[in-house]
């Protein structure tokens, strides 16, 4: 699914909803509707993000259930971050690095503040 991008306003505030994958293309897209937005020089400024790809990973492990589980290499920047803050599914697993993904030693419910 490609990401869409609509632009409204809400009770006086700029509101873009965002739904679909951000790739390469969307995100000049997204990129440039952000710098309209922030020169609108609003005061309030709503982002609502649909994040397709972490919803399709808490999808996929509440269908894996309880006895398996999904690892994420740790990720980096933003996306570490905003995945510090989601609530996802106890059976999603990080690790370090992709070797210690792949080696099985990865510990149960390891969460992104616990790893380097």
Do not use: Q
């Not at 009770?11 to 937005?37: P, Q, Y």
């Not at 070797?99 to 510990?107: H, P, Q």
């Amino acid at each position: 699914m490609d990401a869409d991008f609509i632009t409204t306003s809400v009770n006086k505030r700029v509101v873009l909803h965002c739904t679909g994958e951000l790739d390469l293309v969307s995100r000049t897209e997204f990129a440039v509707r952000l710098g309209e937005i922030a020169s609108a020089a609003m005061p309030w400024v709503v982002i609502d993000l649909d994040c397709g790809a972490v919803t399709l990973l808490e999808r996929m492990a509440r269908r894996m259930g309880p006895t398996r589980s999904v690892v994420v290499v740790a990720p980096h920047g933003i996306v570490r971050r905003l995945l510090t803050v989601v609530d996802l599914d106890p059976s999603v697993r990080f690790a370090s690095t992709f070797e210690e993904a792949v080696s099985g030693r990865v510990l149960p419910h390891r969460s992104l503040k616990e790893i380097a």
